[in-house]
Nanobody, 125 residues
C-alpha cells in the first residue's frame, strides 16, 4: 500500500511558478512509476507527465512540455512537479499517482493504482 499526499498548490499570477510535492508513505515508493494528472472544472482528468521509478526517464504532455518538470527523491519518498510560466489554462486540481513501472499505457489513469487527494492550483490572468 502507498498513501500519497500532495501539497504546494495555491494562487499564482500568470507567468509565475509553483512547485507541488507529493509525499508517499510505504517502503516500496521507489519501485513505482509516479504520474501527475490534473482536472479542471467540467473537464476530464488530464495526464500531465510521469517519472520512472529511478528518475531516469520523464515524459510530459504537449500542453506542459518545456514549462513543467517532474523530479523525485526516493530517499525522501517524494515526487515533485515544478511548474513555470504558468497560464490561466493550467488552473486545475493536480493529483499525483503511483503505478506499475511496466505498464505501457502511462498516460492513462488506468495505469495508476494509488492516488493522492489532489491540490488546487489557480492561475490568475
Amino acid at each position: 500500500q502507498v498513501q500519497l499526499v500532495e501539497s504546494g498548490g495555491g494562487l499564482v499570477q500568470a507567468g509565475g511558478s509553483l512547485r507541488l510535492s507529493c509525499a508517499a508513505s510505504g517502503r516500496t515508493f521507489s519501485s513505482y512509476r509516479m504520474g501527475w494528472f490534473r482536472q479542471a472544472p467540467g473537464k476530464e482528468r488530464e495526464f500531465v507527465g510521469f517519472i520512472s521509478w529511478s528518475g531516469g526517464s520523464t515524459y510530459y504532455a504537449d500542453s506542459v512540455k518545456g514549462r513543467f518538470t517532474i523530479s523525485r527523491d526516493n530517499a525522501k519518498n517524494t515526487v515533485y512537479l515544478q511548474m513555470n510560466s504558468l497560464k490561466p489554462e493550467d488552473t486545475a486540481v493536480y493529483s499525483c499517482a503511483a503505478g506499475s513501472p511496466y505498464s505501457s499505457n502511462y498516460a492513462s489513469d488506468m495505469a495508476y493504482v494509488y492516488w493522492g487527494q489532489g491540490t488546487q492550483v489557480t492561475v490568475s490572468s
